[in-house]
């Protein structure tokens, strides 16, 4: 069984920056793409940041392309996600979640589908004020 359990998350200032970490158990670690997630309140999951599995690609929203980084360190199956330049609006509950097949990192328009990812973990609340 795959656990996924993301921290990290916390009230912060607009401007301000937060880590992200999720680590995971059940699966070799190295061999899955991994992604951020986002749900705000009243609105649809949306994806955040892609990384394949040695972490020498990434993709991003347009919304964060610039301000956030999504890293990996196999050694320890964690993924990151360091966010900086915060904003009211990335207020949300930020989601993990490991691939569904491995060895397989996809183009951009299928690693940000939800289809994509098939473990997840509960969530952690992100909240940014003005």
């Known amino acids: 069984q795959v656990h996924v359990d993301e921290s990290g998350g916390g009230l912060v200032q607009a401007g301000g920056s937060l880590k992200l970490s999720c680590v995971t158990s059940?699966?070799?670690?190295?061999?899955?793409?991994m992604g951020w997630f986002r749900q705000a309140p009243g609105k649809e999951r949306e994806f955040v940041a892609a990384v394949s599995m040695n972490g020498g690609r990434t993709y991003y929203a347009d919304s964060v392309k610039g301000r956030f980084t999504i890293s990996r360190v196999n050694a320890k199956n964690t993924v990151y996600l360091q966010m900086n330049s915060l904003k009211p609006e990335d207020t949300a509950v930020y989601y993990c979640a490991m691939a569904r097949q491995p060895y397989y990192f996809g183009s951009s328009y299928y690693q940000q589908g939800i289809e994509a990812y098939d473990a997840w973990g509960q969530g952690t609340q992100v909240t940014v004020s003005s």
């Open positions: 059940g699966r070799t670690f190295s061999s899955y793409v």
